[in-house]
């Protein structure tokens, strides 16, 4: 749903084709652990899925950090 917001229209289409290259995924143990990071077109998520969605960011988490560096 993150990457559905956003890309709504032609400048957000291309805001990530050019600005979203890699999505790594990282199941980690712990909320303590958890981590989410957009960097040098890499989205990087530690989650603890584990814990279901209590270890998983919201839609809105991944859309702001998404936006923040597009």
């Known amino acids: 749903m993150a990457l ?3 890309c709504v229209d032609d400048l957000g289409r291309e805001a990530v084709r050019d600005g979203l290259q890699l ?3 990282k ?5 303590d652990d958890m981590r989410l990071d957009f960097d040098g077109g890499t989205l990087e ?3 603890a899925y584990a814990l279901r969605t209590d270890g998983m960011f919201s839609d809105n988490e991944i859309r702001e950090a998404l ?4």
């Open 45 to 47: 998520m530690h989650c």
């Open 67 to 70: 936006l923040a560096k597009l």
């Open 4 to 6: 559905r917001t956003i």
């Open 23 to 25: 999505i790594r995924l």
């Open 27 to 31: 199941n980690v143990k712990s909320r």
